[in-house]
């Protein structure tokens, strides 16, 4: 159980289009869910909190206007990379908590803007 | 001082070998604790969970809690090669606020 299924798991975009990632909490509701990135050999850094129906929380430096974040229902959030450039290629992953038993990570998702 | 402290390492061990991993936290109120492995490219796994002081055991692995010292470790007995990875100690400081430790890597080399 408390499966967390990312999509998609890699994509590749042009400079200055939009990237649209999903993540699905698949056997239990999710109403807190978390969009980390991580460059290579680096830590995990989160970016914001995506609470169910209410704005998401976003980390200092984070610009909430090029990442966009929606949770509208307790099983699904989004993470929209508004305007990619070059440097915002990295890993995404998004994470669902199960309260004290811990989160439950997505598989990731790799974007490469070229 | 950082919520969730690891020694990044590199931490290298030969096959066989056990793997000791340490983590400090620095809220007294945490309730819930996590060791994830995290392989490069992949995103973080949970491998054990420990609530209460004392041992866990599970399988090769065993997590050590101590609240009063602020201190949880992870052993991995008989060291494969597989385990090689990014071991992400990780503390529950409020029910749905989870803080993550760095990461120590490990190597275990055949």
């Known amino acids: 159980g408390a499966v967390v299924s990312q999509h998609p798991s890699r994509v590749i975009c042009k400079s200055g289009t939009s990237v649209k990632i999903e993540c699905r909490s698949l056997?239990?509701?999710?109403?807190?869910m978390f969009w980390y990135r991580q460059f290579p050999k680096k830590s995990l850094m989160l970016m914001a909190t995506?609470?169910?129906?209410?704005?998401?929380?976003?980390e200092q430096g984070v610009e909430k206007d090029k990442f966009l974040i929606n949770h509208a229902s307790l099983t699904l959030s989004t993470l929209t990379v508004t305007s990619a450039h070059p440097e915002d290629s990295s890993f995404y992953i998004c994470?669902?908590?199960?309260?004290?038993?811990?989160?439950?990570f997505g598989s990731g998702t790799r974007l490469t803007v070229v | 001082q950082k919520e969730v402290e690891q020694n990044s390492g590199p931490l290298s061990v030969p096959e066989g070998a056990i793997a000791s991993l340490n983590c400090t936290y620095s809220d007294r109120g945490s309730q819930s604790f996590f060791w994830y492995r995290q392989y490069s490219g992949k995103s973080p796994e949970l491998i054990m969970s420990?609530?209460?002081?004392g041992d866990k055991e599970d399988g090769r692995f065993t997590a050590q809690l101590n609240k009063a010292s602020q201190y949880v470790s992870l052993l991995i007995r008989d060291s494969q090669p597989s385990d090689s990875a990014t071991y992400l100690c990780?503390?529950?400081?409020?029910?749905?606020?989870?803080?993550f430790g760095a990461g120590t890597r490990l190597t275990v080399k055949p």
């Open positions: 995506s609470n169910e129906g209410s704005k998401a929380t976003y």
């Open positions: 994470s669902a908590t199960r309260g004290l038993y811990g989160y439950t």
């Open positions: 990780a503390v529950n400081i409020e029910y749905n606020d989870m803080r």
């Open positions: 056997d239990f509701q999710a109403t807190t």
């Open positions: 420990i609530y209460s002081n």
